[in-house]
């Protein structure tokens, strides 16, 4: 009797191991992001004043392999399901009191590569996923202005990113502009801007 009772413990501890492991492989067991990263993303040409009908490139061009901000290892992070921006247009309206409104109409967009995804807010954010190909991420976005004032648009972080093959752990994203003059200087008092966000300013005549 002893041993019929053993076996059946036996078999209900190898089934309730075999749910955990099933939780973890679909990422039930991964909710919070293991890794942060930085990826770097670039603006140009970087004028601070442009014309209605010019062309601004932005574009993220990145190994998928990333340093781990917490730990400073490296991680191979490829392939990953979920990887993009959220990227946000504005144009000041006033600037005492200051006040914005979304600006994604005063914009054409030609996407080069990436994938553009749909937007719980379209006049104010653009959302796009990033591809990793030949072991990079590359996304390049094209925006070409359609009327004066002064704008701007940042690359929003992305976070609980996780892996196709591998859900488990799941990873922050950070974007960071380099080798871009970001014009902090346009927004009224250079206040309400952040020095180290991917935000970029600029003028359209």
Not at 19 to 30: A, D, E, Q, S
Not at 57 to 86: C, H, M, P, R, Y
Request: glycine share 8%.
């Amino acid at each position: 009797m002893a041993t019929k009772y053993s076996f059946i413990g036996l078999l209900l501890l190898i089934s309730g191991s075999s749910v955990f492991m099933t939780c973890n492989k679909i990422g039930l067991g991964c909710a919070n992001s293991t890794y942060s990263f930085e990826i770097d993303a670039r603006v140009y040409p970087d004028n601070d004043t442009v014309t209605i009908g010019d062309t601004i490139w932005i574009e993220i061009n990145s190994s998928d392999t990333f340093t781990d901000q917490k730990t400073n290892e490296q991680v191979d992070f490829s392939n990953a399901n979920n990887l993009g921006t959220d990227m946000g247009f504005d144009k000041l309206v006033n600037s005492s009191p200051i006040e914005l409104e979304g600006a994604v109409d005063s914009f054409n967009f030609v996407l080069i590569s990436g994938i553009e995804e749909t937007s719980r807010n379209p006049s104010l954010i653009k959302n796009y996923l990033i591809i990793d190909n030949n072991n990079r991420y590359h996304f390049k976005l094209a925006i070409v202005p359609k009327s004066s004032g002064t704008f701007s648009f940042n690359l929003g972080n992305f976070t609980g990113v996780y892996r196709n093959d591998d859900p488990c752990p799941k990873a922050d994203f950070y974007t960071k502009l380099i080798e871009t003059n970001q014009h902090y200087y346009l927004y009224p008092g250079g206040s309400g801007v952040s020095p180290t966000g991917a935000d970029y300013y600029f003028y359209v005549r």
